[in-house]
């Protein structure tokens, strides 16, 4: 099937600046054909590809994916209907808009196309500047539908990540307002008892004085773990490299919570078989300390913490916290060290966690160069460490 062509009016089109170089699939079973169409679209800068017939356009889409296809209908074996059909039905290729061009221009013919999803048609003898401009219209329509896309699933991504954000946002206020109040009412209550009208023994006055310096720990503590990982998602805390001798580092984690290891009778074993670290004095400790908390919180009464630093494979210290508590269960593992979460066990005693020491931890020992990890069963307690850099 032949068609003609004018030449009576010039071309009007010119390159459009900073264009894209499009790719326009041309199908037609006439190589005359394509070639014509080809000259016109070569000179307006896009880049053609070509097939004369319906299954050798499929399999070039395949391959490589137009920007747009001008598809004649009227072909042997595969008529371009069914080829837009075909094209349509295929997630990969079904947002390529279709131009028909024919010299079929029964409105039946049309209305098919249109409902086999062809964006627009062009008869047969086409004028070039109107086969150029619609060309063009489409392809832009196009570029402007596929940013649209791009924009939505930036935005989709964008609302997920606020929704996460909020989420976060309102666990966390839930979190932190059950632990100020348990904290100050705790203060309060012994507050109360110390200045009730009843004398108290001496004896259970000290160990009340000794309950409100508990809970003024835990609400330091709350505060420097706030201030900490706000500070460290911003990047605004710079980690030095620098020696830090084990022994003293374990001594200090001990002194910090002699207190609250005195209030529960909590046995501290000591063992150090590693010299020192190369890391962040400041972050070391507050590692330490960080993991020290959380096995006295979780320990019993009358138990044992073990704290430990020694040389773990080739260049590394491990510094561990084992305590003699309930275990950690498959399902709250997964949680470790993720902010603003609290674990379903239970301590058994009147302190209370936030979830933000152990995410701290992590992000501490990996801005050292290291890991932290934990390894645990139910019933048999927990043992939480990191593995440092050492100082070679």
Same mark, same amino acid.
């Given at each position: 099937m032949n068609f003609e062509y004018s030449t009576s009016e010039p071309l009007q089109e010119t390159k459009p600046e900073g264009l894209r170089k499009r790719l326009i699939l041309i199908v037609d079973d006439l190589p005359e054909n394509l070639q014509v169409l080809a000259g016109h679209l070569t000179e307006q800068g896009y880049e053609i590809m070509a097939a004369?017939?319906?299954?050798?356009?499929?399999a070039l889409v395949r391959n490589r994916k137009p920007d747009l296809i001008l598809l004649d209908i009227m072909m042997p074996d595969v008529d371009g209907f069914t080829v837009c059909q075909e094209l349509k039905g295929d997630e990969h290729s079904a947002d390529i808009p279709v131009i028909f061009i024919t010299a079929r221009t029964d409105t039946e013919d049309i209305l098919h196309g249109f409902q086999l999803g062809a964006?627009?048609?062009?008869?047969?003898?086409f004028r070039p500047p109107e086969l150029l401009a619609r060309v063009r219209t489409h392809l832009e329509l196009k570029s402007s539908r596929d940013l649209f896309g791009t924009y !939505?699933?930036? *935005?989709?991504?964008? $609302?997920?990540?606020? +929704?996460?954000?909020?989420?976060?946002? !309102?666990?966390? *206020?839930?979190?932190? $307002?059950?632990?100020? +109040?348990?904290?100050?009412?705790n203060v309060i209550s012994v507050s109360r008892l110390l200045t009730d009208?009843?004398?108290?023994?001496?004896?259970?006055?000290?160990?009340?004085?000794?309950d409100i310096g508990v809970e003024a720990e835990h609400m330091i503590a709350l505060a420097e773990n706030l201030l900490n990982i706000d500070a460290i998602e911003r990047r605004e805390i710079r980690l030095q490299s620098e020696t830090v001798e084990t022994q003293p580092?374990?001594?200090?984690?001990?002194?910090?919570?002699?207190?609250?290891?005195?209030?529960?009778?909590?046995?501290?074993?000591?063992?150090?078989?590693?010299s020192s670290i190369r890391g962040d004095l400041t972050a070391c400790r507050q590692i330490l300390s960080n993991l020290v908390s959380n096995a006295v919180k979780y320990s019993s009464p009358e138990s044992r913490v073990w704290i430990e630093a020694r040389r773990d494979?080739?260049?590394?210290?491990?510094?561990?916290?084992?305590d003699e508590g309930q275990g950690i269960s498959t399902e709250d593992q997964?949680?470790?060290?993720?902010?603003?979460?609290?674990?379903?066990?239970?301590?058994?005693?009147?302190?209370?966690?936030?979830?933000?020491?152990?995410s701290i931890v992590r992000l501490m020992a990996e801005g050292m160069g290291g890991t932290a990890d934990c390894e645990s069963r139910p019933g048999a307690g927990a043992t939480f460490f990191v593995r440092l850099p050492a100082n070679l």
């Open positions: 004369t017939n319906g299954p050798r356009a499929l964006v627009d048609y062009i008869t047969k003898p !939505n699933k930036q *935005l989709e991504r964008i $609302s997920r990540h606020l +929704r996460r954000l909020n989420e976060d946002k !309102n666990r966390f *206020l839930s979190i932190v $307002s059950h632990d100020i +109040r348990g904290a100050f009412g009208d009843e004398p108290v023994e001496e004896e259970d006055a000290a160990q009340l004085l000794n580092l374990l001594d200090f984690a001990i002194q910090a919570h002699q207190m609250a290891s005195q209030a529960k009778n909590i046995t501290f074993q000591l063992q150090c078989d590693a494979g080739e260049g590394f210290v491990r510094l561990s916290v084992r997964k949680k470790l060290f993720k902010p603003f979460t609290r674990l379903t066990r239970k301590a058994e005693s009147i302190e209370h966690s936030i979830g933000l020491g152990l």
